[in-house]
Protein backbone atom coordinates (compact mmCIF):
# COMPACT_ATOMS: atom_id res chain seq x y z
CA UNK A 1 0.00 0.00 0.00
CA UNK A 2 1.49 3.33 -1.18
CA UNK A 3 0.53 6.18 1.41
CA UNK A 4 -0.84 9.65 1.12
CA UNK A 5 0.76 12.65 2.93
CA UNK A 6 -0.90 15.95 2.42
CA UNK A 7 1.46 18.77 3.11
CA UNK A 8 -0.53 22.46 3.24
CA UNK A 9 1.86 24.98 3.72
CA UNK A 10 1.69 28.63 1.84
CA UNK A 11 5.29 28.44 1.51
CA UNK A 12 6.62 26.08 -1.83
CA UNK A 13 10.20 25.82 0.09
CA UNK A 14 8.90 23.81 2.44
CA UNK A 15 6.72 21.78 0.03
CA UNK A 16 10.05 21.30 -1.92
CA UNK A 17 11.74 20.15 1.08
CA UNK A 18 8.87 17.90 2.57
CA UNK A 19 8.82 16.37 -0.81
CA UNK A 20 12.85 15.54 -1.17
CA UNK A 21 12.66 14.42 2.69
CA UNK A 22 10.36 11.36 1.30
CA UNK A 23 11.35 10.69 -1.92
CA UNK A 24 13.24 7.76 -1.07
CA UNK A 25 10.38 6.30 1.04
CA UNK A 26 7.29 4.53 -0.07
CA UNK A 27 4.84 7.37 -0.58
CA UNK A 28 3.54 10.14 -2.77
CA UNK A 29 3.05 13.98 -1.62
CA UNK A 30 0.18 15.79 -2.11
CA UNK A 31 0.41 19.25 -1.95
CA UNK A 32 -1.93 22.82 -1.40
CA UNK A 33 -0.98 26.20 -0.69
CA UNK A 34 -3.51 27.21 1.82
CA UNK A 35 -6.26 25.61 4.24
CA UNK A 36 -8.74 25.75 1.94
CA UNK A 37 -7.10 23.94 -0.54
CA UNK A 38 -5.98 21.81 1.83
CA UNK A 39 -9.08 20.56 2.75
CA UNK A 40 -10.56 20.30 -0.49
CA UNK A 41 -7.99 18.14 -1.28
CA UNK A 42 -8.57 16.60 1.56
CA UNK A 43 -11.63 15.74 0.90
CA UNK A 44 -11.06 14.45 -2.69
CA UNK A 45 -7.77 12.29 -1.57
CA UNK A 46 -8.23 10.74 1.81
CA UNK A 47 -4.68 11.16 2.50
CA UNK A 48 -3.26 9.33 5.59
CA UNK A 49 -1.69 11.68 7.00
CA UNK A 50 -1.63 15.40 6.97
CA UNK A 51 1.40 17.76 7.61
CA UNK A 52 -0.19 21.64 8.65
CA UNK A 53 1.40 24.87 8.45
CA UNK A 54 -0.41 27.54 10.96
CA UNK A 55 0.55 30.33 9.57
CA UNK A 56 -1.11 30.60 5.59
CA UNK A 57 -3.32 33.27 3.93
CA UNK A 58 -6.75 32.95 2.73
CA UNK A 59 -7.42 30.05 5.84
CA UNK A 60 -4.82 29.54 8.24
CA UNK A 61 -3.93 26.05 9.68
CA UNK A 62 -6.24 26.56 13.07
CA UNK A 63 -9.37 27.29 10.65
CA UNK A 64 -8.47 24.34 8.60
CA UNK A 65 -7.73 21.84 11.63
CA UNK A 66 -10.99 22.99 13.48
CA UNK A 67 -13.12 22.32 10.01
CA UNK A 68 -11.50 18.75 9.46
CA UNK A 69 -12.22 17.75 12.69
CA UNK A 70 -15.60 19.01 12.65
CA UNK A 71 -16.34 16.89 9.20
CA UNK A 72 -17.41 13.25 9.85
CA UNK A 73 -15.59 12.21 7.02
CA UNK A 74 -12.51 13.64 7.58
CA UNK A 75 -11.85 13.71 11.22
CA UNK A 76 -10.05 10.10 11.58
CA UNK A 77 -6.98 11.68 8.86
CA UNK A 78 -4.13 12.50 11.27
CA UNK A 79 -2.56 15.91 11.48
CA UNK A 80 1.15 16.49 12.35
CA UNK A 81 1.93 20.46 12.81
CA UNK A 82 4.70 21.71 11.04
CA UNK A 83 5.21 25.28 11.86
CA UNK A 84 7.27 28.39 12.99
CA UNK A 85 4.18 28.57 15.65
CA UNK A 86 5.95 27.14 18.40
CA UNK A 87 4.60 29.43 21.92
CA UNK A 88 3.83 27.09 24.76
CA UNK A 89 -0.02 28.38 24.96
CA UNK A 90 -0.04 28.35 20.96
CA UNK A 91 1.03 24.30 21.33
CA UNK A 92 -1.57 23.81 23.76
CA UNK A 93 -4.48 25.29 22.11
CA UNK A 94 -4.06 23.61 19.01
CA UNK A 95 -3.44 20.52 20.42
CA UNK A 96 -6.47 20.55 22.33
CA UNK A 97 -8.24 20.59 18.82
CA UNK A 98 -6.65 17.51 18.05
CA UNK A 99 -2.80 16.75 16.31
CA UNK A 100 -1.23 13.49 16.68
CA UNK A 101 2.37 15.72 16.81
CA UNK A 102 3.89 19.27 16.60
CA UNK A 103 7.15 19.82 14.80
CA UNK A 104 8.14 23.19 15.16
CA UNK A 105 10.54 25.06 11.97
CA UNK A 106 13.28 25.39 11.36
CA UNK A 107 13.54 21.01 11.12
CA UNK A 108 15.59 18.64 10.24
CA UNK A 109 14.26 15.92 7.31
CA UNK A 110 15.40 13.01 9.60
CA UNK A 111 13.59 14.29 12.43
CA UNK A 112 10.09 14.42 10.40
CA UNK A 113 10.84 11.26 8.52
CA UNK A 114 11.18 9.76 12.26
CA UNK A 115 8.15 11.45 13.25
CA UNK A 116 5.73 10.78 10.33
CA UNK A 117 6.90 7.45 10.72
CA UNK A 118 5.19 6.71 13.77
CA UNK A 119 2.26 7.60 12.86
CA UNK A 120 1.97 6.04 9.49
CA UNK A 121 4.29 2.46 8.62
CA UNK A 122 6.66 4.27 6.26
CA UNK A 123 8.73 2.05 4.28
CA UNK A 124 12.08 3.19 2.41
CA UNK A 125 11.94 2.38 -1.36
CA UNK A 126 14.31 -0.15 -2.68
CA UNK A 127 17.63 1.24 -4.26
CA UNK A 128 16.73 -1.22 -7.35
CA UNK A 129 13.28 -2.59 -6.94
CA UNK A 130 13.52 -4.54 -9.98
CA UNK A 131 16.87 -6.10 -9.66
CA UNK A 132 17.62 -8.76 -6.91
CA UNK A 133 20.46 -8.58 -5.10
CA UNK A 134 22.94 -11.17 -5.31
CA UNK A 135 26.01 -12.65 -3.42
CA UNK A 136 28.03 -10.77 -5.54
CA UNK A 137 26.68 -7.40 -4.47
CA UNK A 138 28.08 -4.96 -1.69
CA UNK A 139 26.22 -4.85 1.33
CA UNK A 140 26.77 -2.95 4.92
CA UNK A 141 26.88 -5.34 7.75
CA UNK A 142 27.21 -3.51 11.95
CA UNK A 143 28.15 -5.95 14.28
CA UNK A 144 27.69 -4.58 17.66
CA UNK A 145 29.64 -6.51 20.16
CA UNK A 146 31.94 -4.90 23.54
CA UNK A 147 33.98 -7.59 22.72
CA UNK A 148 37.14 -6.72 19.31
CA UNK A 149 37.80 -10.23 19.06
CA UNK A 150 34.41 -11.78 18.14
CA UNK A 151 34.39 -8.55 15.64
CA UNK A 152 37.17 -9.44 14.26
CA UNK A 153 36.64 -13.52 14.19
CA UNK A 154 33.32 -11.89 11.89
CA UNK A 155 34.81 -9.62 9.79
CA UNK A 156 38.07 -12.35 8.90
CA UNK A 157 35.56 -15.21 8.35
CA UNK A 158 33.36 -13.27 5.27
CA UNK A 159 36.43 -11.69 4.30
CA UNK A 160 35.90 -13.67 1.12
CA UNK A 161 32.25 -11.77 0.74
CA UNK A 162 31.94 -8.56 -0.95
CA UNK A 163 30.27 -7.74 2.44
CA UNK A 164 31.45 -4.34 4.63
CA UNK A 165 31.48 -5.61 8.21
CA UNK A 166 31.89 -2.62 10.50
CA UNK A 167 32.40 -3.41 14.38
CA UNK A 168 30.80 -0.79 16.87
CA UNK A 169 31.41 -1.63 20.94
CA UNK A 170 28.39 0.74 21.97
CA UNK A 171 24.93 0.95 21.94
CA UNK A 172 25.50 5.02 21.18
CA UNK A 173 27.64 3.92 18.92
CA UNK A 174 25.47 1.76 16.57
CA UNK A 175 22.35 4.46 16.56
CA UNK A 176 25.14 7.29 15.75
CA UNK A 177 26.45 4.36 12.43
CA UNK A 178 22.84 3.29 11.31
CA UNK A 179 21.75 7.14 10.80
CA UNK A 180 24.72 7.61 8.75
CA UNK A 181 24.90 4.51 6.99
CA UNK A 182 22.02 2.39 7.09
CA UNK A 183 22.79 -1.01 7.52
CA UNK A 184 21.98 -3.83 5.44
CA UNK A 185 22.13 -6.36 8.65
CA UNK A 186 22.59 -5.52 12.10
CA UNK A 187 24.29 -8.14 14.24
CA UNK A 188 23.59 -7.37 18.11
CA UNK A 189 25.45 -9.46 20.80
CA UNK A 190 22.87 -10.29 23.86
CA UNK A 191 26.29 -9.85 26.54
CA UNK A 192 26.30 -6.03 26.44
CA UNK A 193 25.82 -4.63 29.61
CA UNK A 194 22.15 -4.12 31.23
CA UNK A 195 20.65 -5.64 28.42
CA UNK A 196 21.15 -2.43 26.57
CA UNK A 197 20.92 -5.49 23.44
CA UNK A 198 17.15 -5.50 24.05
CA UNK A 199 17.07 -1.34 23.98
CA UNK A 200 18.92 -1.13 20.75
CA UNK A 201 16.66 -3.67 19.14
CA UNK A 202 13.71 -1.68 20.22
CA UNK A 203 15.18 1.52 19.00
CA UNK A 204 16.13 0.14 16.02
CA UNK A 205 12.28 -1.46 15.25
CA UNK A 206 11.28 2.24 15.80
CA UNK A 207 13.22 4.21 13.66
CA UNK A 208 12.37 4.43 9.86
CA UNK A 209 15.34 4.08 8.41
CA UNK A 210 15.88 0.08 9.95
CA UNK A 211 12.51 -1.02 10.87
CA UNK A 212 12.85 -3.31 8.12
CA UNK A 213 16.44 -4.45 8.36
CA UNK A 214 17.16 -8.03 9.45
CA UNK A 215 18.50 -7.89 13.37
CA UNK A 216 20.50 -10.89 14.40
CA UNK A 217 21.30 -12.02 18.30
CA UNK A 218 24.43 -13.03 19.22
CA UNK A 219 24.53 -15.39 22.14
CA UNK A 220 26.29 -18.33 23.51
CA UNK A 221 25.21 -21.26 22.59
CA UNK A 222 24.00 -22.15 26.48
CA UNK A 223 22.38 -18.87 27.06
CA UNK A 224 18.73 -20.45 26.16
CA UNK A 225 16.95 -18.26 28.52
CA UNK A 226 18.90 -15.07 26.29
CA UNK A 227 17.70 -16.54 23.01
CA UNK A 228 14.32 -17.29 24.13
CA UNK A 229 13.86 -13.32 24.74
CA UNK A 230 15.32 -12.48 21.54
CA UNK A 231 13.12 -14.74 19.64
CA UNK A 232 10.25 -13.49 21.38
CA UNK A 233 11.05 -9.96 21.09
CA UNK A 234 11.35 -10.54 17.26
CA UNK A 235 15.12 -10.42 16.28
CA UNK A 236 15.44 -11.86 12.65
CA UNK A 237 17.84 -14.94 13.51
CA UNK A 238 20.33 -16.26 16.30
CA UNK A 239 24.03 -16.67 15.81
CA UNK A 240 25.52 -18.74 19.04
CA UNK A 241 29.23 -18.74 19.97
CA UNK A 242 31.25 -20.08 18.78
CA UNK A 243 30.28 -18.70 15.57
CA UNK A 244 29.73 -21.26 12.31
CA UNK A 245 30.92 -18.59 9.90
CA UNK A 246 29.67 -20.35 7.49
CA UNK A 247 26.48 -20.90 8.57
CA UNK A 248 26.42 -17.00 9.35
CA UNK A 249 27.09 -16.38 5.63
CA UNK A 250 24.22 -18.19 4.59
CA UNK A 251 21.51 -17.19 7.47
CA UNK A 252 22.94 -13.01 6.25
CA UNK A 253 22.13 -14.38 2.58
CA UNK A 254 18.98 -15.65 3.33
CA UNK A 255 18.12 -12.57 5.42
CA UNK A 256 19.06 -10.54 2.99
CA UNK A 257 17.34 -12.47 -0.12
CA UNK A 258 20.47 -12.60 -2.16
CA UNK A 259 20.17 -14.43 -5.36
CA UNK A 260 23.36 -17.37 -3.96
CA UNK A 261 22.79 -19.12 -7.37
CA UNK A 262 26.74 -18.11 -8.73
CA UNK A 263 27.72 -20.16 -5.57
CA UNK A 264 26.61 -23.28 -8.16
CA UNK A 265 26.07 -21.94 -11.73
CA UNK A 266 28.43 -20.04 -14.08
CA UNK A 267 28.50 -19.00 -17.59
CA UNK A 268 32.27 -19.74 -19.08
CA UNK A 269 32.59 -19.66 -22.50
CA UNK A 270 29.92 -22.02 -24.21
CA UNK A 271 29.45 -24.18 -21.41
CA UNK A 272 27.60 -24.09 -18.48
CA UNK A 273 29.28 -24.66 -15.05
CA UNK A 274 27.76 -26.30 -11.94
CA UNK A 275 29.62 -26.36 -9.23
CA UNK A 276 29.23 -28.07 -5.79
CA UNK A 277 31.43 -27.09 -2.62
CA UNK A 278 33.86 -29.05 -0.33
CA UNK A 279 31.14 -29.76 2.17
CA UNK A 280 27.28 -30.11 0.71
CA UNK A 281 25.42 -29.93 4.08
CA UNK A 282 21.74 -30.61 3.31
CA UNK A 283 20.93 -26.90 3.59
CA UNK A 284 23.75 -26.41 0.82
CA UNK A 285 22.16 -28.91 -1.13
CA UNK A 286 19.05 -27.77 -1.03
CA UNK A 287 20.10 -24.53 -2.23
CA UNK A 288 21.57 -25.69 -4.79
CA UNK A 289 18.45 -27.57 -6.17
CA UNK A 290 16.19 -24.70 -6.44
CA UNK A 291 18.22 -23.54 -8.71
CA UNK A 292 19.01 -26.19 -10.83
CA UNK A 293 16.03 -26.41 -12.95
CA UNK A 294 15.74 -22.58 -13.43
CA UNK A 295 19.63 -22.07 -14.34
CA UNK A 296 19.58 -24.82 -16.53
CA UNK A 297 16.73 -23.34 -18.13
CA UNK A 298 18.27 -20.36 -18.84
CA UNK A 299 21.01 -21.22 -20.11
CA UNK A 300 19.11 -23.21 -22.79
CA UNK A 301 17.55 -19.90 -23.57
CA UNK A 302 20.38 -18.60 -23.90
CA UNK A 303 22.41 -20.45 -26.12
CA UNK A 304 24.14 -22.69 -24.38
CA UNK A 305 23.81 -26.92 -24.55
CA UNK A 306 26.38 -28.03 -22.47
CA UNK A 307 27.09 -28.72 -18.59
CA UNK A 308 29.94 -29.74 -17.05
CA UNK A 309 29.32 -30.57 -13.69
CA UNK A 310 31.84 -30.14 -11.23
CA UNK A 311 32.23 -31.91 -7.95
CA UNK A 312 36.31 -31.89 -7.58
CA UNK A 313 35.98 -29.77 -4.38
CA UNK A 314 33.89 -32.54 -2.94
CA UNK A 315 35.65 -34.32 -0.13
CA UNK A 316 33.10 -36.64 0.50
CA UNK A 317 30.04 -38.48 -1.35
CA UNK A 318 26.98 -39.14 0.18
CA UNK A 319 22.64 -39.76 -0.74
CA UNK A 320 22.13 -36.24 -1.04
CA UNK A 321 24.87 -35.52 -3.15
CA UNK A 322 23.67 -38.77 -5.59
CA UNK A 323 20.43 -37.39 -5.38
CA UNK A 324 20.97 -33.38 -6.53
CA UNK A 325 23.71 -35.46 -9.45
CA UNK A 326 20.97 -37.53 -10.56
CA UNK A 327 18.14 -34.67 -10.83
CA UNK A 328 21.03 -32.65 -12.45
CA UNK A 329 21.79 -35.22 -15.23
CA UNK A 330 17.76 -35.92 -15.87
CA UNK A 331 17.40 -31.99 -15.89
CA UNK A 332 19.89 -32.08 -18.77
CA UNK A 333 18.41 -34.75 -20.85
CA UNK A 334 15.09 -33.30 -20.72
CA UNK A 335 16.34 -30.07 -21.93
CA UNK A 336 18.51 -31.62 -24.41
CA UNK A 337 22.04 -30.70 -23.05
CA UNK A 338 24.91 -32.10 -23.17
CA UNK A 339 26.78 -32.78 -19.70
CA UNK A 340 30.50 -33.91 -18.46
CA UNK A 341 31.45 -34.98 -14.56
CA UNK A 342 34.62 -33.45 -13.16
CA UNK A 343 35.54 -35.09 -9.62
CA UNK A 344 38.60 -35.97 -8.12
CA UNK A 345 40.40 -39.52 -7.47
CA UNK A 346 38.57 -39.80 -4.07
CA UNK A 347 35.06 -38.99 -5.26
CA UNK A 348 35.77 -41.66 -8.12
CA UNK A 349 36.82 -44.21 -5.73
CA UNK A 350 33.63 -43.70 -3.70
CA UNK A 351 31.44 -43.93 -7.41
CA UNK A 352 32.69 -47.10 -8.07
CA UNK A 353 31.16 -48.44 -4.60
CA UNK A 354 27.82 -47.86 -5.15
CA UNK A 355 25.45 -49.65 -7.61
CA UNK A 356 23.75 -46.66 -9.00
CA UNK A 357 26.89 -44.78 -9.51
CA UNK A 358 29.22 -47.43 -10.84
CA UNK A 359 28.50 -46.43 -14.29
CA UNK A 360 29.67 -42.62 -13.92
CA UNK A 361 32.07 -41.39 -16.03
CA UNK A 362 34.72 -38.20 -14.96
CA UNK A 363 37.23 -36.34 -16.62
CA UNK A 364 39.92 -35.48 -14.08
CA UNK A 365 39.84 -31.56 -14.80
CA UNK A 366 37.55 -28.82 -16.13
CA UNK A 367 39.84 -28.22 -19.13
CA UNK A 368 39.76 -31.75 -19.92
CA UNK A 369 35.61 -32.16 -19.75
CA UNK A 370 35.51 -28.48 -21.94
CA UNK A 371 37.03 -29.65 -24.36
CA UNK A 372 35.16 -33.24 -25.22
CA UNK A 373 31.91 -31.81 -24.58
CA UNK A 374 33.23 -29.20 -27.56
CA UNK A 375 33.31 -32.15 -29.60
CA UNK A 376 29.58 -32.54 -29.11
CA UNK A 377 27.74 -31.01 -32.15
CA UNK A 378 24.97 -28.62 -31.75
CA UNK A 379 21.91 -30.34 -31.44
CA UNK A 380 23.18 -34.01 -31.07
CA UNK A 381 21.17 -36.04 -28.58
CA UNK A 382 22.56 -35.33 -24.92
CA UNK A 383 25.14 -38.13 -23.37
CA UNK A 384 26.81 -38.39 -20.62
CA UNK A 385 30.35 -38.04 -21.45
CA UNK A 386 32.88 -40.94 -22.30
CA UNK A 387 33.06 -43.78 -19.80
CA UNK B 1 1.59 39.66 31.76
CA UNK B 2 4.97 41.96 31.76
CA UNK B 3 5.43 45.25 30.57
CA UNK B 4 6.51 45.83 27.09
CA UNK B 5 9.34 48.06 28.09
CA UNK B 6 10.62 45.42 30.63
CA UNK B 7 11.87 43.44 27.55
CA UNK B 8 15.40 44.27 27.90
CA UNK B 9 18.00 44.14 24.84
CA UNK B 10 19.78 41.33 26.36
CA UNK B 11 16.39 39.32 26.02
CA UNK B 12 16.53 40.51 22.38
CA UNK B 13 19.98 39.81 21.60
CA UNK B 14 19.38 36.65 23.04
CA UNK B 15 16.42 35.52 21.50
CA UNK B 16 17.63 36.61 17.37
CA UNK B 17 21.22 35.08 18.51
CA UNK B 18 19.80 31.64 19.21
CA UNK B 19 16.79 32.04 16.51
CA UNK B 20 19.17 33.12 13.62
CA UNK B 21 21.70 30.40 14.50
CA UNK B 22 19.29 27.29 15.54
CA UNK B 23 17.80 28.24 11.51
CA UNK B 24 20.88 28.51 9.98
CA UNK B 25 22.34 25.42 11.12
CA UNK B 26 19.34 23.39 11.45
CA UNK B 27 18.39 24.28 7.70
CA UNK B 28 21.53 24.86 5.99
CA UNK B 29 24.02 23.99 8.02
CA UNK B 30 26.47 26.99 8.64
CA UNK B 31 27.26 28.42 11.84
CA UNK B 32 26.24 32.09 12.51
CA UNK B 33 28.76 34.66 14.34
CA UNK B 34 27.10 37.47 16.20
CA UNK B 35 29.33 40.91 15.08
CA UNK B 36 27.76 44.16 15.67
CA UNK B 37 25.10 44.79 17.54
CA UNK B 38 23.30 48.65 17.77
CA UNK B 39 19.88 49.98 19.27
CA UNK B 40 18.56 53.10 19.06
CA UNK B 41 14.75 53.97 20.83
CA UNK B 42 12.14 56.67 19.51
CA UNK B 43 14.08 59.73 20.17
CA UNK B 44 17.05 59.30 18.10
CA UNK B 45 16.33 60.82 14.51
CA UNK B 46 15.47 57.57 12.53
CA UNK B 47 17.73 59.08 9.39
CA UNK B 48 20.67 59.30 11.94
CA UNK B 49 19.55 56.46 14.05
CA UNK B 50 22.64 54.25 14.98
CA UNK B 51 20.68 51.37 14.31
CA UNK B 52 19.80 51.97 10.94
CA UNK B 53 20.58 49.34 8.50
CA UNK B 54 22.57 50.87 5.43
CA UNK B 55 23.18 47.68 2.38
CA UNK B 56 24.90 48.25 -0.42
CA UNK B 57 25.01 45.79 -3.62
CA UNK B 58 21.91 43.55 -4.66
CA UNK B 59 20.13 42.43 -1.75
CA UNK B 60 17.13 40.45 -0.78
CA UNK B 61 14.88 41.43 2.69
CA UNK B 62 13.05 39.37 4.31
CA UNK B 63 9.71 40.76 6.45
CA UNK B 64 7.78 39.05 9.17
CA UNK B 65 5.38 40.77 11.84
CA UNK B 66 4.53 39.31 15.22
CA UNK B 67 1.44 40.88 16.64
CA UNK B 68 -0.44 40.21 19.65
CA UNK B 69 0.55 41.27 23.34
CA UNK B 70 3.47 42.63 21.60
CA UNK B 71 4.13 44.22 18.16
CA UNK B 72 6.73 43.90 16.01
CA UNK B 73 8.41 43.57 12.95
CA UNK B 74 11.63 41.88 11.71
CA UNK B 75 13.72 42.56 8.73
CA UNK B 76 16.61 39.62 7.52
CA UNK B 77 18.83 40.55 5.62
CA UNK B 78 21.22 38.78 3.32
CA UNK B 79 23.12 39.46 0.00
CA UNK B 80 21.76 38.46 -3.56
CA UNK B 81 24.57 35.78 -3.88
CA UNK B 82 23.94 34.33 -0.17
CA UNK B 83 20.64 33.88 -0.83
CA UNK B 84 20.96 32.19 -3.83
CA UNK B 85 23.56 29.66 -2.00
CA UNK B 86 20.94 29.25 0.68
CA UNK B 87 18.26 28.35 -1.77
CA UNK B 88 20.23 25.82 -3.36
CA UNK B 89 21.54 24.37 -0.45
CA UNK B 90 18.40 23.93 1.05
CA UNK B 91 15.88 22.93 -1.83
CA UNK B 92 19.03 20.67 -2.93
CA UNK B 93 19.00 22.38 -6.43
CA UNK B 94 22.08 22.95 -8.87
CA UNK B 95 23.33 26.37 -9.41
CA UNK B 96 21.83 25.63 -13.29
CA UNK B 97 18.73 24.28 -11.90
CA UNK B 98 18.52 27.78 -9.48
CA UNK B 99 19.10 29.54 -12.62
CA UNK B 100 15.86 27.57 -14.40
CA UNK B 101 13.91 27.89 -11.65
CA UNK B 102 13.63 31.65 -11.72
CA UNK B 103 13.55 34.61 -8.70
CA UNK B 104 10.68 33.37 -7.19
CA UNK B 105 11.66 30.16 -5.44
CA UNK B 106 15.01 32.48 -4.33
CA UNK B 107 12.26 34.44 -3.15
CA UNK B 108 10.21 32.28 -1.40
CA UNK B 109 12.74 30.53 0.24
CA UNK B 110 14.43 33.24 1.86
CA UNK B 111 11.03 34.23 2.82
CA UNK B 112 10.26 30.94 4.73
CA UNK B 113 14.43 31.60 6.29
CA UNK B 114 12.73 34.86 7.94
CA UNK B 115 9.72 33.14 8.81
CA UNK B 116 11.20 30.39 11.30
CA UNK B 117 13.82 33.08 12.47
CA UNK B 118 10.83 35.20 13.03
CA UNK B 119 8.80 32.64 14.71
CA UNK B 120 11.65 31.28 16.70
CA UNK B 121 12.71 34.67 17.99
CA UNK B 122 9.24 35.51 18.85
CA UNK B 123 8.24 31.70 20.01
CA UNK B 124 10.81 33.01 23.12
CA UNK B 125 8.47 35.72 23.57
CA UNK B 126 5.52 34.64 23.79
CA UNK B 127 7.01 32.20 26.85
CA UNK B 128 8.67 35.07 28.20
CA UNK B 129 4.89 35.82 28.63
CA UNK B 130 4.45 38.18 25.61
CA UNK B 131 2.05 36.04 23.65
CA UNK B 132 1.76 36.86 19.77
CA UNK B 133 1.26 35.38 16.59
CA UNK B 134 3.31 35.59 13.21
CA UNK B 135 2.41 37.83 10.30
CA UNK B 136 2.76 36.35 6.51
CA UNK B 137 6.50 36.89 4.84
CA UNK B 138 7.12 39.36 2.66
CA UNK B 139 10.03 40.47 0.15
CA UNK B 140 11.83 43.00 -0.58
CA UNK B 141 14.87 43.51 -3.18
CA UNK B 142 17.12 46.44 -4.40
CA UNK B 143 19.81 47.89 -4.41
CA UNK B 144 21.54 50.94 -1.74
CA UNK B 145 18.39 51.04 0.48
CA UNK B 146 18.09 51.85 3.73
CA UNK B 147 14.58 51.23 5.78
CA UNK B 148 13.58 54.25 8.18
CA UNK B 149 11.28 53.48 11.19
CA UNK B 150 8.43 55.03 12.32
CA UNK B 151 8.36 56.87 15.60
CA UNK B 152 7.97 54.92 18.66
CA UNK B 153 9.48 52.03 18.01
CA UNK B 154 12.28 50.58 19.84
CA UNK B 155 15.01 48.94 17.00
CA UNK B 156 17.98 46.55 17.28
CA UNK B 157 20.04 45.88 14.90
CA UNK B 158 22.48 42.46 14.69
CA UNK B 159 24.85 41.92 12.20
CA UNK B 160 25.95 38.01 11.67
CA UNK B 161 28.81 37.10 10.10
CA UNK B 162 28.80 33.58 8.09
CA UNK B 163 32.11 33.56 5.82
CA UNK B 164 32.85 36.05 3.53
CA UNK B 165 28.89 36.73 4.05
CA UNK B 166 27.31 38.77 6.33
CA UNK B 167 23.44 38.21 7.54
CA UNK B 168 21.63 41.21 9.33
CA UNK B 169 18.50 41.33 11.50
CA UNK B 170 16.51 44.75 11.76
CA UNK B 171 14.27 44.10 14.64
CA UNK B 172 11.29 46.76 15.62
CA UNK B 173 9.32 46.73 18.15
CA UNK B 174 6.42 49.29 19.13
CA UNK B 175 6.21 50.59 22.49
CA UNK B 176 3.07 52.21 24.07
CA UNK B 177 -0.47 52.31 21.96
Known amino acids: MRYKILTVDDSKTVRIIVRKAFKGYDCDILEAGNGVEGLALAAKEMPDLILLDVTMPVMDGVEMLTKLKADPTLKAIPVMMLTAEGGRDHVLKIAKIGVRDYLVKPFKEDVLIEKVGRVIDLKPLSDAPSKTKSILDAADIVIIDDKPAIIQQIQDGLKHTPWRVHGVATQGEAIDFCARTPPDIIIVSLSLPEESAFTLFRLIRTNVKTKYTPVFALVVKTEAQQQQQAQTLGFSAIVTKPIDLGELETKIAKAMNLDTSQRYFATEGNNLVMRLPENCSNPVLAEAAIYLKPKLSDAVDAGLNKVVIDIHQLKALHMGVIKLLFSAMQTCRELGMHFALVGNAQIISECKGFEDTRGWTFYESLDEAKANLGKAPAGAAPQLAPA | ?177
Not at chain 2, 21 to 46: H, N, R, Y
Not at chain 2, 102 to 113: K, L
Request: aromatic content about 6%; proline content about 6%; overall charge negative.
Open chain 2, 1 to 177: MPAIEQISPVLIQNNISRAASDVFKTMLGLELVLGIATSSTPSDSPRHAPGGVIETGPHIVGAVGFVGTINGLIYLYLDLPFARHCTAHMLGMSDKELEQAGDEVINDAIGEITNMTVGSFKNGLCDSGFPCTLTIPSILRGSSFSIEPISSVMRQTFRFECGAHRVVADILIKIGD
